[in-house]
């Protein structure tokens, strides 16, 4: 069982980036995914997540109506599309999955992707 998320980098405030979660060894769409993001020196925030059965999406305050999350079940693959990025973006993104319903805490999450960096400034 294993996530892989990709999809960071460098980029100048107000572009955009795609980070993608892919799994292995088990079917993404029995689970809600969840993003986190910590930035050095600060606890690890939820940003979003996406519901198993029906696909309903949360978004954290803070990345509401800039990023938007989604799966695709036929690559096993959930996205989150984050335009607008403002400097406090930066940090160290994680995708997580979890059995139950989506959850705002890190604790509630069963499995956890490697993290992928992404660095806004210009």
């Known amino acids: 069982v294993q996530l892989q998320a990709s999809g960071g980098g460098l980029v100048q405030p107000g572009g955009s980036l795609r980070l993608s979660c892919a799994a292995s060894g088990f079917t993404l769409d029995h689970y809600a995914i969840g993003w986190f993001r910590q930035a050095p020196g600060k606890e690890r925030e939820w940003v979003s997540c996406?519901?198993?059965?029906?696909?309903?999406?949360y978004y954290a305050d803070s990345v509401t109506g800039r990023f938007t999350i989604s799966r695709d079940n036929a690559k096993n693959t959930v996205y989150l599309q984050m335009n607008s990025l403002k400097p406090e973006d930066t940090a160290v993104y994680y995708c997580?999955?979890?059995?139950?319903?989506?959850?705002?805490?890190?604790?509630?999450?069963?499995?956890w992707g490697q993290g992928t960096q992404v660095t806004v400034s210009s």
């Open positions: 997580a999955a979890t059995s139950f319903r989506c959850r705002t805490y890190y604790q509630g999450y069963d499995y």
């Open positions: 996406i519901s198993s059965s029906d696909g309903i999406t």
